[in-house]
């Protein structure tokens, strides 16, 4: 989401506490729903340290601090992703979770489904399945 935004995402959904309970609730659906566990199957049994890192990487995506980029450096979030095989079915996956989480979360309707659009952009470019992967 563009830094140069007068007044961020980030700011008008709430900041930091809202991108938290975002990002809770977001893995909460996985672990819980039957659609989530593609997804549930990648991640490591311990959910603790994504959910911490996700809402660091959230925080600075909508124009918050950078404390993703503090930590971890350039996100490089497609090449991250690459050890996983990500398509339709996970992108969808993700994305239900996402949505779910949203519509809990965020109250601002206009910067809620901005970001969704946004986040479901972003989960499409995350495709490497070969048949699968985004046209640039
Ligand atoms: C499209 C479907 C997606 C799948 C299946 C997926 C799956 C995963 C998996 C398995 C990990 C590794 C977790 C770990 O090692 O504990 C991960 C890391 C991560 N994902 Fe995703 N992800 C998806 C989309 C996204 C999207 C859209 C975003 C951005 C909003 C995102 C942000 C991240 C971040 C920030 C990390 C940590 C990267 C790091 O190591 O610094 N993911 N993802």
Not at 8 to 32: I, K, N, S
Not at 39 to 63: C, F, N, Q, S
Request: hydrophobic share 40%; with cysteine.
């Amino acid at each position: 989401m563009s830094e140069t935004e007068a007044t961020t995402a980030y700011a008008l959904m709430g900041g930091q506490e809202t991108v938290d309970r975002l990002v809770d609730r977001f893995y909460d659906r996985m672990e819980a729903l039957p659609e989530g566990a593609v997804v549930r199957a990648m991640h490591p049994g311990d959910l603790t340290a994504i959910r911490t890192l996700l809402k660091k990487y959230m925080g600075e995506w909508l124009g918050g601090p950078k404390r993703y980029t503090s930590e971890r450096g350039h996100p490089m979030l497609r090449a991250r992703h690459l050890p996983f095989p990500i398509g339709n079915a996970e992108r969808d996956a993700w994305m239900l979770c996402m949505n779910g989480a949203l519509d809990e979360t965020v109250s601002h309707v206009e910067v809620r489904e901005h970001v969704r659009a946004a986040l479901a952009n972003l989960a499409g470019w995350m495709r490497n399945l070969p048949a699968e992967e985004p046209t640039v």
